[in-house]
Structures are given as structure tokens and as C-alpha cells.
């Protein structure tokens, strides 16, 4: 009994030195560790949590070592930081290739299955950045920490129908085809049927919809299409 309360008491003593501690070192590692986690400094945080779980979980590790182990993780990390930025090339070797994944309104297939996202995280990724009709891109890019940035078109980002005093129509683009997949129940929210849209497929030449990746619908009954095989120039963006 006593030795349980002895081991409790080290363990609360050490939550208290240890969690300022990692909190100092996380402000010394500065806002970009914690704001964009590179590749990099997502292992420096995996790698400190499992060195303060172990430390505060078991009252038979050496706290010193540990204290010392998140001082020269928090100093690593500051100095491979410097080191990135001074030396590019080298830089790109711990950390990802930005990925374009939309161009003109088209959904890039390749290059979203070569880094393992699904349509449904670009999708949701757009929503977020206020884009629910993917014709409105010019291009969207996966940066190395994850984040999707996306360009409009310039006709897209002109003056707001608020800021003149005007109704506009929703530009709300609802998907009816994903990954040759037919969506029977929005089309019948938008009141047409599997007939209508086979017949709009086939003005555009499309008779197989098997090569279809996506397509999506407006209200106002507008379609846009993204095949499997598209080429398409990506512009080239680095880091």
C-alpha cells in the first residue's frame, strides 16, 4: 500500500516537471511543428509523446534521461528546421512532393491514387475551402503537410453577387457518378433519372461509364465529367 502511494506521488511529480518541460520545448521548436507537421516533425512528436508516456507511466525509468532525451529531440528538430531551410535539395529528401490533384476542373486519377487518397477526401478537402463544384478550379495541390490549397478560376474569384447587390443560383455541384458508380438517389433528388443522364453522357461521346471517375450535377441541371484516362498538363509546382 505504501509503495503503491509512493509510486502514484512520483508519478503526479512527474506530470508536473515534465509536461512544462515538453511545453517549453514545443514552443522552441516554433508555430511550424505544431501548425503543419512535416513529415519529420510528425515522427518528433510521435517519438516525444511515447518518451513522456513512458516516462510518466512507469515510475521505474530514470527521469533524468528522459528530461535529457526531450531536450535533444526539441534541439534535433531545430537544427534539421535550419538545416531544411538553408539547404533545399536536401531538404526535400525528409519530406513530401507537393501533389496536383485537380487541373481545369479535372480530377488528375493518377496522381490522387499515388498518394492514397480517396475522391472522397478531395471532395471533402474542396467543400472546406468553400468549392462545391470542382469546374471552379484551375488547380488544387495536396502540400507536402496534407493540406489542399486551391486556386479558382479567375472568373470565379471576380466580385461577389453580395457585393453588387445581385441573387445568383447555387453553385452547389452534387456527384451522381463516382468511380463508374451510379448515385440513383440524388438523381432523383434533382428529379431526373439514370435515362437522362446516359443520354448527357452520350452527347459528350461517353458510352461506357466504367471510365468514368466522377461526374456531378448542378441544380440548374449543368453537368461535369472527369474520365479515368484524361491527359492533362500539370503545371510544375515544387517546393
Known sequence: MVENVKDIALVLGRIITILPLLLVITIFMGK???????????????????IVGADIADPSINHIPSAAAILAIGLLQRLVARWKISNRKAGRLITFEPTVVVQNGTFLVKNIKKIRYSIDNILQMLREKDVFDVKEV???????NGALSVLKKPEKNAVT?????????????????????IYSSVLSHLNVDEVWLRTKLAEEDIDDISNIFFVSITKQLDIHISLKDETITVPPIKH
Open 32 to 50: 511550424r511543428a505544431i501548425g503543419e507537421l512535416p513529415i519529420f516533425d510528425f515522427l518528433i512528436i510521435i517519438t516525444l509523446g511515447a
Open 138 to 144: 484551375e488547380t488544387a495541390v495536396i502540400e507536402a
Open 161 to 181: 453577387a453580395e457585393d453588387i447587390g445581385i441573387n445568383k443560383h447555387s453553385l452547389v455541384a452534387f456527384p451522381v457518378i463516382i468511380e463508374g458508380e
